[in-house]
């Protein structure tokens, strides 16, 4: 939780209740701080869907989308930066010691102006999404709990990940049954979903958003509520996370999943002139994903890129950066507070 000048920030990420370190646990607040002495603002950066590996990094633009991360950060620092998920494809780590970490992660962002709290929450890769062999309990390396070992944070920029609800995608209960359609063993990975409770998970949410006092409070997920992106709305993210934004004056939702830039603007569901934003950031390296809806929408980009956020009291300007763009914001949105539309 950020408290600067009397205005209250919370950045809540929706996460897991697993065998989590102290510094972690569902919905819990971030904390952090604020640079600015003067006028009040806060400033951070969102990027997604961005773990690739040695050569891939270069093909799929993670480290060009690293590099542009990085002039933004220089001539504005950040306080923090947040992760939206798929941290580390394609099935999250093996070990705290898998090399992927460094080769990955630490090495990519070593730029002096990315070294503040990365704040992650962790996607259907980190979640080992099709690891093969994950059906057995002793057979798995891949796990998403070695992401939350906390001697990770001592490897690179210091390193807040934390776990996240799963949600279904359009094609129905994609990671909870059998559709027939996705091999889903990787669930039953260490950590992995069978061993979670989502409705725990949402109270734990609801707990938090209730007993802040924040006057901004934004969330991160890694799926989506609605999406233009090849994967689309997320039916259980609508249906079960998304009357808690309503109920507690979220004002974005901060995503990946989809490879792409997006903003929209959901409107109340009651008629009034209330909104709230899904800032989808989930371009962090590879893309060329179809965009298959309008719905909502304010921006969509299909290419590589990633979001800032700049708050102040009363509004919260996103910009969004892309690679043809460069330093200077290919689009850019203010919101006031509280949302309209
Ligand atoms: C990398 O970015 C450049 C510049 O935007 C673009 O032309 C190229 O297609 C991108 N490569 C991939 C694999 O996305
Ligand atoms: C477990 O995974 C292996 C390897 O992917 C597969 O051959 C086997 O059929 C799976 N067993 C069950 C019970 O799903
Ligand atoms: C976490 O990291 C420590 C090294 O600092 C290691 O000894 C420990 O086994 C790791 N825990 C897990 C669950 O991998
Ligand atoms: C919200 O907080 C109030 C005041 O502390 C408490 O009375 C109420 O039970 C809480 N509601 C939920 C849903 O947590
Ligand atoms: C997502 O939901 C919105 C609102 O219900 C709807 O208009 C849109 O068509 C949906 N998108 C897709 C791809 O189904």
């Known amino acids: 939780m950020l408290v600067a000048g009397g205005v209250l920030i919370v950045v809540v990420l929706i996460v897991a209740a697993v065998v989590l370190a102290s510094e972690t646990g569902v919905g819990k607040p971030v904390n952090a701080r604020t640079l600015d002495s003067g006028p009040y603002s806060v400033r951070f950066l969102a990027v997604g869907d961005w773990g690739r590996g040695p050569g891939q990094k270069e093909h799929d633009n993670q480290t060009a989308v690293a590099q542009l991360m990085d002039r933004v950060a220089a001539a504005q620092p950040v306080e923090f930066i947040v992760s939206t998920g798929d941290n580390f494809y394609p099935n999250g780590l093996t070990s705290y010691k898998d090399p992927a970490f460094t080769d990955t992660f630490t090495k990519t962002y070593s730029a002096k102006s990315l070294q503040v709290p990365w704040h992650a929450v962790l996607g259907n890769h980190d979640y080992c999404d099709s690891a093969p062999g994950c059906n057995t309990t002793d057979g798995c390396p891949n796990s998403p709990l070695h992401q939350l070992n906390i001697s990770l944070a001592n490897l690179g920029p210091p390193l807040a990940l ?101 903003l929209l603007s959901v409107p109340a569901p009651d008629g009034s002139a209330r909104s709230y934003a899904v800032v989808v950031t989930g371009a962090g390296s590879k893309t060329d994903r179809p965009q298959v809806g309008t719905a909502f929408s304010k921006y969509y980009h299909p290419d590589q890129g990633f979001v800032g956020a700049t708050i102040t009291q009363d509004t919260l300007r996103l910009d969004y950066f892309t690679l043809q763009g460069g330093e200077k914001a290919a689009f850019s949105a203010t919101i006031q507070w509280p949302a309209t539309n």
């Not at 808690?244 to 939702?253: K, Q, S």
């Open 162 to 262: 934390r776990t996240l609800v799963h949600s279904q995608d359009r094609r129905g209960q994609r990671y909870y049954k059998n559709s027939g359609e996705d091999d889903i063993s990787w669930r039953l990975c260490p950590g992995g979903l069978m061993e979670q409770s989502w409705q725990a998970q949402l109270l734990e949410l609801e707990r938090h958003l209730n007993a802040s006092t924040a006057e901004w409070k934004l969330a991160v997920g890694h799926h989506p509520s609605y999406s233009n992106g090849e994967h689309g709305n997320n039916t259980d993210i609508i249906q079960q996370v998304e009357p808690l934004f309503w109920r507690y004056n979220v004002a974005a939702y901060f995503v990946g999943h989809d490879h792409n830039l997006e």
